[in-house]
């Protein structure tokens, strides 16, 4: 089975990492390590071999991927050797990513994304398309009436105003393309019930949303710790330096609302209640693609007795993002072969803000996904 | 059932926080909090009340209950309210509290001290008591050929000399008087062939060792979060500062030696290799009650990228301990009335070196708990 | 010299450690920990001694002085035993804390203050008041241009509306009273030009403002460490989560802006630019009167190589005001006996956001307090 | 004035480092951040050009610079671009670092010793050479008699045991070169009565020792804070992990104690008593050149309350270490210039555990310099 991914935002550092180091395993320049797919219960799981995915994708800026690899070296993302040595491969992905069409309505400019995806697995004669959105993270959607239904959404496609965030008319155009979809991103994406609709209508599946790679992680390991030993959490109250693009996106107070929500929701999930404090996220420059989370959590325990625990983490997104981003490539391309339709919500392993009513306890959601991995059909 | 608890150390401050809370519990002046057996899915197992709980124990000190109750409040271990009204509670416990045995022989020893266990259980009319060892760390005990069978242990317990460790001692004295036992430190406790082989005869359950109450409790749930992401752990080294009088016995090189290699163990035994870096402990008698630890994680992801995290945690030693002492003298009386004979390796979530070889995550060790709960007979 | 501190807010809790502290140190049941005046190089300043001070103030609750003490107790900021025995001392100075007055003109209201200052000292037959806001912080003041000088300020006072905010009304009627004046807060206080005029005319001394007590404090020993290695300090960013009221004042954002500059300014003052980041502060109600404060701060070396540095500061803030209040009083109280008129601007070591064009670093503010306190007379 | 600096240990991380950015310096390919002596109150003292120092040295292995420059860059320490333009100038300095010479008597070594000094000097016309030991830390020395006078001293060398540890025969035969020596280790160095009475007899400066770079540098700001607040220090103990060679080093119980006293030392001359707790030394191999220092500080304000302070500091302790030896070759060069004899205490700034009775606190030391560096002559 021959698969493509194709990226929103793909000359974005989440979306270089991803490709640089795909073509690197397949060269054999480096080992697939933060592959969640790679580990022995999925590594079982008949996926498509990580090097023959094939790349392609949407960006607003034209940079190459060579010279965006660069600055991902100087940033510390990326070993300078590795970079250096996959200059043609890097180009020949490079043809694949074209500019973001813009039109005089949704329906237009979905039709050219729609044309855009549907070339590039005709030029490379792919079984399958995963759609990926790894753009920056948009302010939070006003609500419609045209996002109730599919009929109504249609309609309004046809106006000049923009009814869909850039996410969901991804998500609309490759439902239209025959692809699977997967946000990877806090925007809203394929979460509408038109968008549901048509998923159900087209037989595809999706998975999402927003990827967890750092504070919120730590949050669905240590949160059950509490839970399972009775506990009291009082006071989780965190703080995010990050910089690069996505940070000086999220430091915009919309965007930031809808982060700093799905932060705090695993908590409540986990608890079942909410404590104090929230989860502050803050823009510096300085800090790159790396970013700092600290966490006070305050407890009490056995007749009331107060305690306390902070953690620090310094983790680069891009480098725990990319790994994340192969993985739902493969594991959603088989479901999409094996006729899953609708969320994915096996997948909530992967995600701040899974779909569906799922556990959020890390450890209940790698049960979720070994299971799932194991049931897929050899394709 | 009427069910006791024979506490080895039970004018220490486990102990004392262990009856506190229970009495107060009973008299409605305390919720259960940090009792595992009180959550959903154990509180349904039909476990003996919490309030139903005897108390009784031996300790060298004469110390009076309520003494020790007031020393612990000025510590911030228990709240003042509760423990001022609990003197008469506390006086009549003191009762069954007598002073640890000693004659010539380990023989004779465990003799009397089979017979104060017995007398404590005759005299409440309980149906069962379970002994758990709440008292000192203890120095690494030497191996001696008579460890290595009953018939030879049996011959040496008459001999002049220590054959045994007191904790070991204390295990069979208790398999003596047909009891079940726990070791909640890192002493022998029953770990021994000899003592395997008397519970075996004598069909007796046990359950050990080393309470799961800060760390460890945390690696047990950091490292699998590492291990399901495929993140490569480098370092994980961490420093234990903590007063208190287990404290000052664990600053002993000998003592340390045990506790800082079972608190590295978790870290092989989930991640499948073993990190750099050790676990060091620090006695610093200004900390009283509570532990400050830290730990520095260093790890690799996605092409090698270096990131890290830090954690530090203050907890109450004593006020985590307590519940679990409760909870497990609930689980093991059960466990033996229903028969169960030899470690109880489904109670792996309370210990930081579990018996048996069972996993050290703590998501599957609950899942283990649960399951063994709900297989509890109605007894 | 008989000295009378008045007290704008004296049932908050600054205000009531302050008097519970010194009244427990005249009584002989504490030492004064915590106090600079105390410290070798200022006790022998001829300072009034501590249990000297006489206590009165203003405030909008009327909670006996006993009851709030309680409550700090609970809150783990008072000893249990030494509040409970200084009742009657605690009634007596609560018969010289009055509601605080409000008429239909600002000119009216100041009359009112000053009055009430005039018969507190009258009534203790005091040589000398010293009036020091510890109230809640205020929202930053509009700018009026009947600030910019006492004629204006004067006719403006007596219109209808509020032509100052609390913390400038009452400093002016403390000027209008003979008494010098001390911010604590980072309200405006004494500093507009209509004020420094009249403290002039009157021939009075001031001080502030902003009192230093917790993660400023360490910023002005941790910044000039890396100024004097050369260090460059490219992030420095933080967080600080408080209860107690002053923390809900201060998560208004208006109070929150006035406060998290001053925080940051200290770093521009001392390293000669301004890394990035930005000091945070965060309401958790769960905190109470204890603050925790976490900084991250990242820098270059020699050649560029990259280091951080991380801290976390958990301080009760009433603790550590209560006594630099107490050295306000004195010291404030002789420079005024020995003549000194405007900003006491050798008073920087105690604030935040200090008066005049002084040293930031706390070691040279240190040196500037020692000589000052040095070359005050004896009076 | 021509200056040489002789490094011992001339191929270590630190010594090449330094080489490394003094060659870049020179060259206009970096600044000299971090360097003391170019921060505005020393820069114009006066001192030599930085670019003008020239490097010659000792080290048992023969691994050029050159290699062992890049092996710095792979480890983060040295940005690639500079170390790779600078093959030629490094080249240059590989002719004047000598094999450590070896002789049947110290007295013969030392001679050895003296003579490459003498000819490296003379080889580049230098109007004097600075002796620096950055080797590696070695165990404490065992007293010996014949440390205790010159003559006794002289005697002893021509015996066949090494009366003298290696750093002591290095300042040994740097006086006997007639030049200054500068101990940058914890190793002993000069301070022994019989080299005390060579440097004055031969009328030569010496400083020392150990280089303080990173949890010393802190404390020896936070120390002076508390004091200055009269806030009681209960505990400060700590962990530091560190790789590298000097890691593996100071893990030896033997040097680690030698290490964890001086860093204690500080907060005992700082604060006039000694909190509970330790500083405790572990090698970690993976951290390399850099270190991670952890603290936890107690402490009781105004009426008792405790609170507590945290930090951790994660430095590259050769980036750190580098510019204080440039700094101290072009001090000490200038005090010998000068006149000066015997140990130089304004020096203090740099060193974690100071020569002469002297402050610990590091403004007091700034101070110090400061005024040293102002007096100094034009020479």
Redesign the interface.
């Known amino acids: 089975m021959r698969i493509g991914i194709w990226l929103a935002g793909a000359r974005g550092s989440v979306a270089v ?1 991803s490709i ?2 795909a073509t ?1 395993v397949r060269a054999g320049l ?1 080992d ?5 797919t ?2 022995p219960p999925l590594r079982d799981a008949n996926l498509p071999p990580l090097g023959d995915l094939v790349f392609g994708g949407h960006d607003i800026t034209g940079i190459p991927l060579v010279k965006k690899a660069d600055s991902l070296v100087t940033a ?5 050797g ?1 970079a250096g040595s996959l200059g043609a491969e890097l180009a020949a992905v490079d043809r694949d990513i074209r500019p973001l069409p813009s039109a005089g309505s949704q329906r237009e400019t979905a039709r050219l994304i729609t044309a855009d995806i549907v070339a590039f697995r005709d030029r490379h004669g792919l079984d399958r398309v995963v759609v990926i959105n790894v753009a920056s993270t948009e302010p939070v959607a006003d609500h419609d009436p045209a996002h109730a239904g599919l009929a109504a959404l249609e309609a309004a496609l046809g106006e000049t105003r923009a009814v869909l965030p850039p996410s969901a008319l991804l998500a609309y155009a490759a439902f239209r393309a025959g692809c699977a979809f997967v946000d990877f991103t806090p925007s809203t994406g394929a979460r509408l019930p038109a968008l549901e609709e048509l998923a159900a209508e087209a037989g595809l599946p999706h998975a999402g949303r927003d990827g967890k790679t750092g504070e919120t ?2 949050k ?3 949160a ?2 509490f839970a ?5 959490v ?2 989780w ?1 965190g ?1 995010n ?1 990050l910089g690069g693009g996505d940070g000086a996106n999220l430091a915009d107070p919309a965007a930031n609302a809808a982060k700093a929500g799905s932060k705090q929701r695993v908590l409540r999930e986990i608890l079942g209640y909410q404590p ?3 989860s ?1 996220i ?1 823009y ?4 790159g693609d790396f970013k ?1 989370a ?1 966490d ?1 959590i ?1 407890f ?6 107060g ?10 997104d891009s ?2 993002a ?2 994340l981003v192969l993985d739902l490539g493969r594991l959603v391309a088989v479901a999409h072969a094996a006729g899953r339709v609708g969320p994915l919500t096996e997948l909530a ?1 992967f995600f701040k803000d899974p779909l569906g009513d799922v556990p959020h ?4 959601q ?1 049960a979720l996904l070994t299971r799932f991995a194991r049931e897929l059909p050899h394709v």
Chains 1, 2, 3, 4 share one sequence.
């Open positions: 990492t640089v180091g690197a480096a697939p390590a933060g592959c969640v790679e580990l510390g993302v990326l070993p300078g590795i992680l730590v669905s390991v240590l059950p710790m399972m030993r009775d506990l009291r009082r006071t109250a703080t330096l104090q404090g929230s502050h803050e510096v420059d300085d800090l700092t600290w006070l305050t009490t325990g056995f007749l009331g007795v305690m306390r625990m902070e953690f620090s983490w310094h983790g680069c480098a725990l990319a790994p392993f306890a890390l450890a209940d790698w």
